[in-house]
């Protein structure tokens, strides 16, 4: 009660309080500007980086393997980033399973042609007649024979499998998809991100 009565009796904290009263206010001013300012330019980097993903979204679901590898590399990169969310890691883990699995199924298919019996073609009498001459050596075999037996095995480490490529190309696609779901997978279940520079991409 005294306390009240001493500071309505000196009107100095009145002074005071005036004085400071624009300084307050042109803090708490700068400080929802500074607010405001940091969240479109987070929304800025944001809309950058999905402009980014959704490139190299495209190239890497092309049908070219050497722009599907550019696709991939860059997606990986872009995980990296701090602007990439849970629901972005489901997406991008998506992408990559679905690269391996148009690759694995069309692998398949193509086995599965190769295996089918050719159709024999009706050969003329004196063609039938005639034995076949037995290959010299040092005769190349047909191309067709080399490429079905040209495979390189891929070892899929997010899928603990093991597949055939039929070209050096579709084995760096099948890499590299591995790679960036093994990637995303470790960023969802260690909850942290890479510490390492420029991975920003904003």
């Known amino acids: 009660m005294l306390g009240t009565q001493a500071l309505a009796a000196d009107p100095d904290w009145l002074r005071y309080a005036a004085a400071f009263a624009p300084l307050l206010a042109a803090v708490i001013a700068a400080w929802i500007a500074w607010r405001t300012l940091a969240q479109r330019r987070q929304a800025d980097r944001r809309d950058q980086w999905w402009k980014r993903t959704q490139w190299a979204i495209d190239l890497a679901m092309d049908r070219d393997f050497s722009r599907a590898i550019v696709g991939l590399v860059a997606l990986k990169h872009l995980a990296a ?5 849970d629901e972005d890691y489901e997406m991008l883990d998506k992408i990559g399973g679905a690269k391996i ?7 398949e298919s193509a086995g599965r042609e190769a295996s089918k019996p050719q159709p024999t073609e009706s050969r003329p009498a004196h063609q039938e ?11 190349a075999a047909p191309p ?9 095995p891929v070892a899929l480490e997010s899928r603990g ?15 590299e998809a591995d790679r960036l779901v093994s990637f995303v997978a470790s960023l969802r279940s260690g909850g942290r991100r890479p510490e390492s520079g420029g991975t920003s991409n904003g």
């Open 81 to 85: 980033s701090d602007l990439c969310s």
């Open 101 to 107: 699995d148009a690759l694995t199924l069309s692998e």
């Open 129 to 139: 007649a005639a034995a076949p001459r037995p290959r010299q050596q040092g005769t």
């Open 144 to 152: 067709d024979a080399a490429a079905r037996t040209t495979v390189i």
């Open 161 to 175: 499998e093991r597949v055939l490529a039929t070209s050096a190309g579709m084995a760096k696609v099948l890499t």
